[in-house]
């Protein structure tokens, strides 16, 4: 008889255990909600988000000893430096085997600010660092190793032109860089309808090589046929054009001038195909 009212208590209990766990449950429920959309929230102010390296994207035995993001006070400072307006400034170092990289990330206001600070860091530190641009973030990197900076190229999944460049830093020493910046799109808009072809994006450099001025554009196509008429279009007499297909994805066109084959050939060898 104990026995039936002990059962009979728990059975009566019971909708009311249930009550209970379903409450703890749905708060449960809404605290993993909450802290999930806090988390996609703060990710989306997060300015470098899409463009700085994480460790869960490395492999394995590379990892970031150490991530450090400026003060507004900071940023200030190296506003100041720079001569261009940043918003917000990251600097990581990634070990891996023994060897080592530091990575600036230093964000601008919008696309002009970006192609100009890409060309004042170009004419100020190209020759010693590697400098890319993805979206509306600067991106400085030194690397004990040409391997390492490669693989770092690679998991920062830059455009095709940036990661396909010639990097100055890694040139012969008596190449003199005299600029490197982004085609602004009116500049692009006219290669286009000079040409006659369709172009994504492009990027332009000058150098010095024995007394000899050499220009070098690289332009993102996006068909192999735009490609054609574009390095068509664009060729003058004393340019060397290269059409190259790069992951499958699409044509580069290259072109170098200067009054020396011999000269262009040399200086696409240094490509980063």
């Known amino acids: 008889m104990g026995h039936d009212r002990t059962t009979r208590g728990a059975r009566e209990g019971f909708p009311e255990l249930k009550k209970k766990l379903s409450f703890i449950l749905m708060a449960c429920f809404l605290c993993v909600a909450f802290n999930s959309a806090a988390a996609q929230e703060e990710e989306a102010k997060d300015v470098f988000a899409g463009v700085r390296l994480k460790a869960e994207s490395l492999p394995a035995g590379m990892e970031i000893t150490n991530e450090v993001r400026a003060t507004e006070a900071e940023v200030l400072h190296e ?150 008429r574009v390095g068509t279009g664009l060729a003058e007499r004393d340019s060397t054009v290269v059409k190259r297909l790069v992951r499958g994805y699409g044509p580069i066109v290259v072109l170098v001038d200067s009054s020396n084959a011999e000269l262009n050939d040399n200086v696409l060898s240094y490509m980063n195909w």
């Open 79 to 228: 506003r100041t430096k720079l001569g261009f307006p940043i918003t917000a400034l990251i600097n990581q170092t990634i070990t891996y085997e023994g060897e080592q990289a530091r990575i600036n990330y230093m964000t601008t206001p919008n696309a002009r600010w970006l192609n100009s600070g890409y060309s004042e860091i170009m004419k100020s530190g190209g020759a010693r660092s590697a400098v890319f641009a993805k979206d509306l973030t600067l991106i400085q990197m030194v690397t004990t190793t040409k391997a390492l900076e490669d693989w770092l190229v690679r998991l920062l999944r830059l455009d095709r032109l940036q990661a396909h460049k010639i990097r100055f830093h890694r040139a012969p020493r008596e190449w003199t860089l005299i600029g490197e910046r982004i085609l602004p799109e009116e500049e692009r808009m006219r290669l286009e309808r000079k040409s006659g072809g369709k172009i994504l994006r492009g990027l332009k450099q000058e150098i010095i090589i024995r007394r000899s001025n050499v220009k070098i554009t690289y332009l993102d196509c996006r068909t192999e046929k735009a490609a054609d």
